[in-house]
Structure formats: structure tokens, C-alpha cells
């Protein structure tokens, strides 16, 4: 089990869930938002590409990430490796690829978060800064990894201010399939 004083924060959950009864959560369990200065990842065991076609990445999110400026911000990354792990290349624009709630309408503006789902979960292809497409890594067997960073910065809240009424925090994943097709051989 997890604890406050932990720095691996990953676990298996039952707070919330966009299907079945379990989705695993980056969290401090005292506080229930993201906890200060980490850098982990949760990993996938090999996904097989070698006769792949195409491929894309399908998940579901829930996420409470504060944007505060100046600090380097909280934030996470998808990222792939083709080597078992060696070396890990980030499938979307930077460790920032979300910010605020997910689901949210930033105050009425365009989402940058995400199409709602429900319950605040978004479908993966909906965030707008992660490419899904797993293509350029058809003919390999690759890892996938969900890496979650924040800063050690002081005074720093590990949410989304305007959002903390969103009565959750931290980081949520559900339901990640890898889903493509096959080159008949």
C-alpha cells in the first residue's frame, strides 16, 4: 500500500473507475492530489506490433493538474519504448500535455483537457496534445509507459485551483487497449 511518505505513488483503486471497479491512481493518499518532486511511471508489459498494420493507443483519463506558471508546471507524459525499456521516446507534445481538470471547459473557452466523457474521464484520442498513433512502431514489440511528474516547488498546489471544487486530484488511468490491424502473412 501506498503511503504519504511514499514517492512511488502508483495504485490500484477502487475511488474511481471509468469501467469495472478498479483504475490505477498517482496520488498522496494524506492529501489526495498529486504529491511534490516525483517522477514515476506506470508501465505495460510488451505489446507484440511485429505484424501490425496500424495501431493506436486507446485509454481513459481523469486528471486534476495545476498549470501555475513559472515553476516547472505538474504534468505527464505517454511515452513508448521499442528497445524493453532502454530508451522511452513521449508520444505527445511535452511532460505539459494537459492542464486543469480533465473533462473541464476551461471557464468557458475551447477544452484543452478533453471531450467529458462523464464522472471527468476522457477517452485518450480526445486530449489534444497526445498522438494515439502507434503506426511508426509497427514490426516491433514495444512498452508503453504513463509518467507522471511534478515540481518540488514551495507554495506550489498539486491541482488545478479554480477546479479544486472538483472534490478529486491526482492522476487516473482505465481501460488502456492497444487496438489495430493485422498484415496477413
Not at 504529491?35 to 505495460?44: A, C, K, Q, V
Not at 508546471?73 to 513508448?80: A, L
Request: aromatic share 12%.
Amino acid at each position: 500500500a501506498v503511503t504519504s511518505s511514499s514517492k512511488d505513488a502508483w495504485q490500484l483503486t477502487t475511488n474511481a473507475s471509468w469501467s469495472g471497479s478498479y483504475s490505477w491512481w498517482n496520488g498522496d493518499p494524506g492529501t489526495g492530489y498529486l504529491m511534490p518532486g516525483i517522477d514515476n511511471s506506470l508501465e505495460t508489459m510488451s505489446i507484440n506490433l511485429i505484424n501490425a498494420r496500424n495501431a493506436t493507443l486507446s485509454a481513459y483519463f481523469r486528471f486534476n493538474i495545476n498549470t501555475q506558471e513559472g515553476a516547472p508546471p505538474d504534468g505527464f507524459r505517454v511515452e513508448v519504448s521499442s528497445d524493453n525499456g532502454v530508451t522511452w521516446h513521449a508520444i505527445n507534445l511535452g511532460a505539459r500535455s494537459s492542464w486543469g481538470v480533465s473533462g473541464s471547459d476551461n471557464s468557458g473557452t475551447t477544452s484543452y483537457t478533453g471531450h467529458n466523457a462523464g464522472s471527468n474521464w476522457t477517452q485518450s484520442g480526445t486530449l489534444t496534445r497526445l498522438n494515439c498513433d502507434l503506426s511508426d512502431w509497427s514490426g516491433s514489440v514495444i512498452m508503453l509507459r504513463f509518467r507522471v511528474v511534478t515540481t518540488n516547488a514551495e507554495n506550489y498546489d498539486h491541482y488545478e485551483s479554480p477546479y479544486s471544487s472538483a472534490g478529486f486530484g491526482g492522476f487516473y488511468i482505465d481501460d488502456v487497449v492497444v487496438l489495430g490491424e493485422t498484415i496477413n502473412t
